[in-house]
């Protein structure tokens, strides 16, 4: 099995997708790249492929602290117009009743597209980004940002590892699939759990 070698060795985009990266290890490689190391995982992954085609992403200004500053929006009133960034959005229960009010779902819950949604458009400052097309993309008729499910998969591993009979014989059952989890991550294999890993890292285990 291959195993991961180093980003300075790793020659293209391509090979670099191979293997799985936590998203402070890309944070890490942005911040030595000198290129915009914030965001999740997908607008890093972005930043790097873009680094390998030879444009260089420049780090996003970040607005003064002092923007805004004694504004809650707290008194702001809630409607479809209201700007996120005017109202101060936050996943409270003062939006969640909002947003109740307006689907007619009595206990409204955020999905993880509004919360990657609300973090760049906070992120970007973008202030042309409404509660009502917030409403959008809770509805999927409208795509700002999407969660990156990618970093679900060390969960799925450790729930399928904990699903096999097999991983009963062991009695720290989170040790054992981290052992496992760091052989797959580091190498080009599918980032998934299998019943074979336990025979092929047998003495590892």
């Known amino acids: 099995m291959e195993k991961r070698p180093q980003f ?8 670099f997708s191979k293997y799985y ?4 290890e890309l944070k890490l490689i942005c911040k030595n790249l000198g290129i915009d190391s914030s965001g999740m995982k997908l607008e890093l992954n972005n930043n790097i492929e873009e680094y390998f085609k030879g444009n260089l992403i420049q780090e996003k200004k970040r607005r003064p602290e002092s923007a805004g500053a004694g ?6 009133p809630l409607t479809l117009e209201t700007s996120l960034i005017d109202c101060n959005f936050c996943f409270s229960q003062r939006f969640r009743e909002f947003f109740s009010e307006q689907t007619g779902i009595k206990n409204f819950k955020f999905n993880a597209d509004m ?12 202030k042309t980004f ?15 940002a999407k969660y990156d499910k990618s970093c679900l998969q060390w969960n799925k591993f450790v729930k399928d590892f904990c699903s096999d009979p097999e991983s009963e014989r062991f009695p720290d ?3 054992t699939a981290s052992i496992l989890w760091r052989e797959v991550r580091n190498s080009t294999r599918e980032k998934v759990y299998s019943h074979s890993l336990l ?3 047998a003495d590892k285990i």
Do not use: C, H, P, Q
Not at 8 to 15: G, L, Q, R, V
Not at 115 to 126: I, L, M, N, S, Y
Not at 136 to 142: H, L
């Open 8 to 15: 300075n060795e790793i020659k293209s985009f391509e090979e």
């Open 21 to 24: 990266w936590y998203r402070e």
């Open 71 to 76: 504004k809650s929006g707290a008194d702001t």
């Open 115 to 126: 919360v990657a949604t609300a973090r760049k458009v906070k992120d970007e400052g973008d």
């Open 130 to 144: 409404t509660l009502g097309d917030m409403l959008e993309v809770f509805y999927g008729r409208k795509t700002y």
């Open 173 to 175: 059952k989170l040790k």
């Open 199 to 201: 025979e092929e890292f």
